[in-house]
């Protein structure tokens, strides 16, 4: 039963993809756990998408400055509204930032920052191979999509992307693990009938060469 389930995993991975993800709320949103967080934010990506890019001369800072513009111009004339006859004032809660998330915040983006400068430390003074060689790898990547697209659209592309192939990915696990197995053996067979075929190529020469 073990070699079985291992059997099923992609690329014999020995922990499910909802492990490798993190298991917490992003991989329950990820894979579909959370169906209706799931589908409100791909639904949020597929219509910002379709509003930014189809409606002509919208976009995302003209959308953000009306909504507050509105939102500010409801909240202002109910307040004075609420002054002149002597009614509660509209229920804006306060809103404040405590000192505790701040220094929770910042110690976060600390952490972060001081990791790619040592990691940049270390690949100038040439002492990560490996690691130059992922980051060479990331940036050539990047500059190559970068010319294909924006980043905006990049943004939109790989969050449909994250909400959609791993769910599917793990839906579809077993036939794909399967389908991958019987593509290997394929592959195996075809190099063995190469070599067998190699191998029948250099003995006739060799014999006809005797000759």
Known sequence: ?????????????????????????????????????????????????????????????????????????????????????????????LMKISDKSTSEAAEIVGNFVNKVLQDFGNIALGKDSSLFYKVAFVLLLTSIVGRLTDLITLVYTSAVIALTIPATLEKSEKHIARFLEIASRYVQECGRACEECKCKMTKRISEKKLC
């Open 1 to 93: 039963m073990g070699s079985s389930g291992r059997s099923c995993r992609l690329f014999g991975a020995q922990r499910s993809l909802h492990d490798l993800l993190g298991g917490g709320t992003v991989a329950d949103v990820v894979l579909w756990r959370r169906k209706e967080v799931a589908g409100g934010l791909l639904s949020s990506v597929v219509a910002s998408w379709a509003l930014f890019y189809c409606v002509p001369g919208y976009t995302l800072l003209s959308f953000v400055s009306q909504v507050l513009m509105i939102l500010l111009t409801v909240l202002f004339v109910w307040a004075k509204a609420a002054q002149l006859l002597n009614r509660a004032p509209p229920p804006v809660p």
